[in-house]
């Protein structure tokens, strides 16, 4: 957890923000102090804690081998500055206790002099020591770059006494393949980009899925082959088709459909002026330039696609190793071998489903990735159909056989990285750590939370022993890809429940990055530090966690089936509507003993194996694993009768454990002292009550308190001045945001929404006053930010009227088709259906416009991607095409969305590089939307006063810029800011706080 470190700097005059402060005889501030024999990346963290007092204060502290004046001396606990420093016996124990990762911040006074000590247990302690100590300057770290208050500040040595220890040995993220908001769209410097802030946030691993042969698969993140189909060098002799998403990609082979529902695109046919963000039709990651039709790839356009994505991992690999992060990739268990490899195989006498082959072509994926890229680890992932199907005795024994054979190939090619599990389940639903039994315990176990987040971590974790384990809460949940999520409070709750079930790994599988930017924040210190609200550490934090439940459900929705006959009773009304995804009932009876009837029914599935669930009362698992179709078959009443149930404290509180897909609940009977009968799903029936309301769209979701952390997050996001109620405001948010948007056919789909617009947009009272606070924001840094958060409630608003306004739309259309007679069909539809189809069309351009307003980041490009492909055919572009048949004419120019761009105009670099090695070039890319840009440039110099050479900068197409500085062994430090000129006389800058706090760019050799 951050908390405040006081107020040691004072506000500067504004004339001294441009200029830095100088001592009256030109002598430094205050010097840093390095090791001339120190580490690389102890030598890096002296460069960044120049950068960022630079930034905070002007003052660009010298970096030295030794001085006697004010200082902050930098290194590892054995260096011999920071043991010179160690007077204290105290002092020297500390700095010996200090273990890898570990650091300690500490004010001394020295002669006079005063020192701050930044030493870490080993080089990478020593950086993360000095991304805290900048912390403790005012800077905040994201994934998407950094936050620098745009108030510059007098420069004066802090009082620390900071201690920093992990709670998790492995820390950090896991962006996931398949939607173009996520790492389908990064280049090397998009992952470098990222990579590079990992240590700011003081986390060390960075994972990657694969997914095999489907609808979004193969991906060319792994190559799968025989070792014979290898060169020496790694590059591959024969592979298959593979692809990560493109623009115009998105058609698998037959029969399967579009990948997830994205209709294939050229950029230069999207509307409302998003095409001005891509240079090229068909937009994806630089290795699969010349990929369009992945499906009809000859034999050496497939094996160069593999070569180009191994040459794009090595070099983020090679620079995540170099700060000390962890890499990871893997594939599904049981292994899925491509039909292409499958017919070599056959035609070389090979039986694909032999073990033996198996285990050989591991061998072969094994050495592909020696022979490429550097990793630490390789996981298999249970497949996702565990979660939603369940298993069977069969999979479960063909999984255990495909990771022997994996496990016995790696021994064979002594693979030079570590074997692991994940996946959408810890193991099957019929013990969850059944892999700990069978699996070598230096094996690494871990897997993302179910319900795509809904669900708290894995409790299944705390049953695996003697071995590592990671949980993997979601960060975001990709049924709501394209809106805003807050889930800071949630990321704390599955940090404790992590740490109570012993982990050793915390990390968080996304897709997009700066929306996330509380999220991971949250996450990350929460990986080291819970004190002051995990109940479990701290007592006193209990009375931030919620208050006890009201009487009631926990949440669920309700589902009706009035024409399904139920066999095995006679009361059909009490078992056609059931409560579903339903975690649980809390009802308030007297105390005693009390027999509790569960009433279950399976209304929709037609097989076993498709819902599966467990029951709990008072705390004690009665039931763990209910099939009722498997038990009873479909449309047939199920009671479940339970004995001997004690109430003590004036609560029964019934649970529902979720296994496979939801549980789904029909009744209630509560008998003894006192009887209670519930309805679950439906009205009140007989001696039934009826039940509780279905769980609206902001109903209460799990999650911790974290007022704290918004109340830092503000002042550091938007400045001081509004910082207090944007906390509250954000705070009351967090876990409660409204989901206008689901999964329909693929991420981030949108469904009508036929309430009247007047109701639903009570539940968007919080953007108005989002928007009261604006005038309050200072600086143009902070209001940038502000501006950002700003637009995405609006979108998120607009959104929701998007769905109420089709609702009208498509009941439109549903009297217009109910009409027989075709020339009366034709004026209902120019009536009644084109006035709501305007409407539908303004109000979606309303919405893509604050979207357009907001995006800034590779993600965002790809929720761009994920409207102008995904919902727009779905909401404008299939029912115009039925409209238009109605009509007997093409719909009217307003009634179809414009190809013009009626925002204001912007400039952003979507991918910032902040760290570089030597003789690396920093490329540049700017996109310009809006407006006619005549010139753009960029303004360059070293880090620190002095005038700025410009390099104009390079028009690709439609609003893309780019540059590149070019490679230079000696650079030093640089920082930059662009300026685009527009014809109508206009300047855009970036980032917005320049020319005073300019972007900057470290420079520094990694250890390899």
């Not at 230096?442 to 705390?462: F, K, Q, T």
Request: hydrophobic content about 40%.
């Amino acid at each position: 957890m951050l908390r405040p470190v006081g107020f040691w700097f004072l506000a500067l005059p504004a004339v001294l923000l441009l200029t830095g402060l100088v001592a009256a005889d030109d002598a430094p501030a205050a010097s840093i102090v390095v090791d001339p024999a120190a580490a690389a990346l102890e030598k890096l963290a002296a460069k960044e804690l120049r950068r960022y007092v630079y930034l905070r204060t002007g003052q660009m502290l010298p970096i030295v081998a030794s001085a006697e004046g004010p200082r902050i001396v930098v290194g590892a606990k054995d260096r011999a500055v920071v043991l010179a420093e160690a007077a204290e016996p105290a002092i020297q124990a500390e700095l010996a206790a200090l273990a890898g990762q570990q650091y300690r911040l500490k004010t001394l006074q020295r002669d006079g002099q005063t020192v701050v000590l930044v030493a870490g247990g080993d080089p990478v302690g020593t950086l993360y020591g000095a991304y805290r100590l900048a912390e403790h300057l005012g800077v905040r770290f994201y994934p998407h770059g950094d936050v620098v208050p745009d108030r510059q500040v007098e420069f004066a040595l802090p009082e620390l006494n900071d201690v920093g220890k992990p709670l998790f040995e492995l820390r950090g993220i896991q962006p996931f393949h398949d939607f173009p908001e996520g790492p389908d769209w990064w280049n090397a410097d998009d992952y470098k980009a990222v990579l590079a802030q990992l240590p700011k946030l003081r986390m060390n691993f960075l994972g990657l899925h694969t997914y095999p042969e489907c609808s979004v698969g193969p991906e060319p993140t792994v190559w799968i082959g025989p070792a014979s189909d290898l060169e020496a060098d790694g590059r591959v002799k024969a592979s298959y088709p593979s692809r990560h998403f493109t623009t115009r990609n998105t058609i698998p082979p037959p029969p399967d459909a579009p990948s997830w529902g994205y209709a294939p695109t050229a950029t230069g046919r999207y509307v409302w002026g998003a095409d001005a963000l891509f240079d090229r039709d068909d937009w994806g990651p630089d290795y699969m330039i010349g990929a369009e039709t992945w499906t009809k790839m000859m034999p050496e356009a497939c094996n160069g696609l593999f070569d180009r994505t191994a040459a794009t991992l090595r070099d983020a690999f090679t620079f995540a190793r170099g700060l000390g992060i962890k890499t990871c990739v893997g594939t599904e268990t049981p292994l899925t071998i491509p039909k292409v490899v499958q017919e070599r195989l056959r035609a070389a006498g090979k039986d694909p489903a032999d073990p033996a082959v198996v285990r050989e072509l591991y061998e072969g994926m094994f050495q592909w990735i020696a022979r490429n890229y550097p990793l630490d680890y390789y996981w298999f992932w249970t497949p996702e159909g565990w979660t939603w199907s369940g298993t069977t005795q069969q999979q479960i024994d063909a999984t255990l056989a495909d990771l022997r054979a994996a496990i016995e190939a790696a021994r064979r090619v002594e693979a030079p990285f570590t074997l692991a599990t994940c996946g959408w389940v810890l193991g099957p639903q019929q013990d969850r750590a059944l892999f700990d039994r069978e699996l070598p315990k230096d094996m690494p176990m871990s897997c993302i939370n179910r319900e795509v987040g809904h669900a708290p971590v894995e409790p299944g974790l705390a049953r695996v022993e003697g071995r590592p384990k990671w949980a993997i809460p979601w960060l975001e949940d990709d049924p709501a890809m394209i809106i805003p999520q807050l889930w800071a409070g949630r990321m704390r709750e599955d940090a404790a429940l992590a740490r109570r079930y012993g982990c050793t790994g915390l990390l968080g599988i996304h897709w997009r990055t700066r929306v996330l930017g509380p999220n991971v924040s949250a996450l990350a210190h929460a990986a080291w530090d819970q004190q002051g609200w995990n109940p479990d550490l701290d007592p006193k934090a209990e009375s931030a966690t919620p208050a006890p439940r009201p009487e009631g459900v926990r949440s669920g929705h309700f589902a009706h089936f009035p024409d399904n006959p139920i066999a095995n009773t006679e009361d059909d009304p009490l078992y056609q509507t059931v409560r579903w995804n339903v975690e649980g009932y809390d009802l308030d009876v007297p105390n005693g003993m009390y027999t509790v009837t569960v009433k279950l029914c399976e209304p929709h599935y037609d097989a076993a194996g498709k819902r599966a669930f467990g029951i709990k009362l008072q705390g004690k698992v009665v039931e763990d694993n209910i099939d009722i179709f498997g038990r009873v078959g479909k449309d047939r009443a199920l009671d479940l009768t339970f004995r001997d149930v004690r109430v003590t404290d004036g609560r029964l509180a019934i649970e529902f454990v979720h296994r496979i897909e939801y549980p789904c609940v029909a009744a209630l009977v509560v008998e003894g002292p006192a009887t209670r009968k519930i309805n679950c799903g439906g009205p009140a029936y007989k001696d039934y009550q009826a039940d509780w309301p279905a769980a609206p769209p902001t109903a209460p979701t799990r999650g911790l308190d974290a007022a704290d952390f918004y109340a830092d997050w503000a002042r550091s996001e938007f400045g001081p001045e509004a910082a207090e109620p944007l906390a509250a405001l954000f705070n009351r948010l967090d876990g409660h945001l409204p989901r206008p948007s689901t999964w329909v056919d693929g991420p981030g789909g949108i469904q009508p929404d036929p309430r009247p617009w007047a109701d639903v947009q009570k539940d968007y009272a919080f953007v108005e006053e989002l928007a009261a606070l604006r005038d309050r924001v200072r600086g143009p840094g902070n209001l940038e930010r502000f501006d950002y958060w700003l637009h995405q409630f609006r979108y998120l608003k607009a959104l929701a009227r998007v769905n109420c306004v089709w609702a009208r739309y498509n009941a439109a259309i549903q009297a217009v088709k109910a009409e027989p007679d075709e020339a009366k069909r034709k004026a209902l539809a120019r009536e009644l259906a084109l006035p709501p189809r305007r409407e539908l069309v303004a109000a979606a351009a309303e919405a893509h416009g604050y979207l357009l307003a907001a995006v800034s980041t590779p993600g965002g490009l790809g929720n761009v991607a994920n409207w102008q492909q995904h919902v727009l055919p779905m909401l404008l572009y299939r029912p115009g095409e039925e409209l238009a048949a109605l009509l007997g004419e093409p719909l009217p120019a307003d009634a179809m969305p414009s190809r013009e761009y009626a925002g204001p105009a912007r400039l952003f670099v979507p991918t910032v590089r902040t760290l570089l090695r030597p003789g690396e070039p920093l490329r540049v890319r700017v996109i310009v939307l809006g407006g006619t840009a005549e010139k753009v440039t960029l303004r360059w110099r070293p880090l620190g006063p002095g005038s700025m050479a410009e390099v104009p900068l390079r028009h690709v197409a439609r609003g893309v810029w780019r540059v590149e500085l070019p490679s230079s062994a000696d650079r030093d430090d640089l920082e930059y800011h662009v300026v685009a000129t527009l014809a109508s006389g206009a300047a855009l800058h970036y980032p917005p706080t320049a020319p005073v706090v300019n972007q900057t760019v470290v420079v520094a050799p990694l250890p390899i």
